[in-house]
T-cell receptor
């Protein structure tokens, strides 16, 4: 009964490859997010979707493409992976109408070799 | 843009001690949350507290929005409290949902 689940937990891949991270929430929230945490633990928002519509798109390389098939799912696809993409990626969700708490998934540690 | 500064950056406590973590922000906010990232990397939401005081067990938080700071109190600390504590805010004029995080306070509680 995990609230926000993302897979995989670990992702090790070579430079130049394409990879995807999947996220699902069962909280009934209408807004989902992708955050990136760098090696210094700094957390920064990348994208936000509200009811499948992109509402926040930070300055992120266009190699990163989020996709939301429905409001319970938000996937992140990364093309042509680079060494600098290595980080922990967190999915999160909230309720826009009653915007209070943000709930995070367990994170995906991406290592690009 | 808004600046979020947390202090201290690092804190070492003996089990049973109390501590106060501080979060200063440079502009008005309409949302403030505290998170705990445990040593396994999981981010747990502790409080949603844009103003006022809340308590949850040994933890409590106070936000004084007019003076642009928030405090997180940990009483009778336990080793399981170790990890990184983040303060995050949504600027008053900003997009709903765009939480801006501070750099965190790393807490180590020794047995």
């Amino acid at each position: 009964d995990t609230a926000v689940s993302q897979t995989p937990k670990y992702l090790v891949t070579q430079m130049g490859n394409d990879k995807s991270i999947k996220c699902e929430q069962n909280l009934g929230h209408d807004t989902m997010y992708w955050y990136k945490q760098d090696s210094k633990k700094f957390l920064k928002i990348m994208f936000s979707y509200n009811n499948k519509e992109l509402i926040i798109n930070e300055t992120v390389p266009n190699r990163f493409s989020p996709k939301s098939p429905d409001k319970a799912h938000l996937n992140l696809h990364i093309n042509s992976l680079e060494l600098g993409d290595s980080a922990v990626y967190f999915c999160a969700s909230s309720n826009e109408a009653r915007w209070e708490k943000l709930f995070f998934g367990s994170g995906t540690q991406l290592s690009v070799l | 843009g808004i600046q979020v500064e947390q202090s201290p950056p690092d804190l070492i406590l003996q089990e049973g001690a109390n501590s106060t973590l501080r979060c200063n922000f440079s502009d008005s906010v309409n949302n403030l949350q505290w998170f705990h990232q445990n040593p396994w990397g999981q981010l747990i939401n502790l409080f949603y507290i844009p103003s006022g005081t809340k308590q949850n067990g040994r933890l409590s938080a106070t936000t004084v929005a007019t003076e642009r700071y928030s405090l997180l109190y940990i009483s009778s600390s336990q080793t399981t409290d170790s990890g990184v504590y983040f303060c995050a805010v949504v600027p008053g004029s900003g997009n709903t949902g765009k939480l801006i995080f501070g750099q965190g306070t790393t807490l180590q509680v020794k047995p």
